[in-house]
């Protein structure tokens, strides 16, 4: 069975410093990865998505994620915090077919 | 385009009542999903819509929750009788292609 773990509920960082939250999923097959942001009292946004072919992909407001299959991993990072980037955000895992499996969480928070 | 809709935002009942959610997905998404938030968690998968027909509610519980997608449009999500342990944020998503979901602002259910 898929899984999803992100280590870390919560991470604090200074603004303008790096961004670095960790997924590792557990796949039989090559599966497809996501991250989403959710902001407080507002549903979830796709912040970038690994499907098929390069393996660094960039996202929305700065962010990128690295697939390390070798690692069964799908970190994401940017280089410099800013302070609108405090919120939730979920690692999420389709592994070859249709269900959409989510981690747990990070809470992000970004000290002035 | 508008986001996807869903109403109420907020709802209270007292325990063995019964509550309604509503969800009108992106014109033309062939695929609407039913979340469970539990504070502190991930979205859980409830039902997922292809249509207006059912691929997956494994993790539904059927004695108490039931969905339905008119038309293959809007979705209604009902609890009869809620429980304490309902008292969670219910999200409504909806996709074109495969995977690359929409979410809705959510619908805070607090069970008394």
């Known amino acids: 069975a898929q899984s999803v773990t992100q280590l870390g509920s919560h991470v604090s960082v200074s603004e303008g410093a790096l961004v670095l939250l960790r997924c590792n999923y557990s796949?039989?097959?090559?599966?497809?990865l996501f991250w989403y942001v959710q902001y407080p009292n507002q549903g979830l946004q796709l912040l970038l998505k690994y499907t098929t072919g390069a393996t660094l992909v960039k996202g929305i407001n700065g962010f990128e994620a690295e697939f390390k299959k070798s690692e069964t991993s799908f970190h994401l990072t940017k280089p410099s915090a800013h302070m609108s980037d405090a919120a939730e955000y979920f690692c999420a895992v389709i592994e070859g077919g249709f269900k959409t499996i989510f981690g747990a969480g990070t809470r992000l928070f970004v000290k002035a | 385009e508008a986001g996807v809709a869903q109403s109420p935002r907020y709802k209270i009942i007292e325990k063995r009542q019964s509550v309604a959610f509503w969800c009108n997905p992106i014109?033309?998404?062939?695929?609407l999903y039913w979340y469970q938030q539990i504070l502190g968690q991930g979205p859980k998968l409830l039902i997922q819509?292809?249509?207006?027909?059912?691929?997956?509610d494994s993790q539904l519980p059927k004695d108490r929750f039931s969905a339905e997608r008119l038309k293959g449009v809007d979705s209604t999500l009902k609890i009869q009788p809620a429980k304490l342990e309902d008292s969670a944020v219910y999200l409504c998503?909806?996709?074109?292609?495969?995977?690359?979901?929409?979410f809705g602002p959510g619908t805070r259910l607090t069970v008394t």
């Open positions: 014109s033309g998404h062939a695929t």
């Open positions: 819509f292809q249509n207006n027909g059912v691929v997956d």
């Open positions: 796949s039989s097959v090559p599966p497809y």
């Open positions: 998503a909806s996709s074109l292609e495969a995977y690359e979901q929409y």
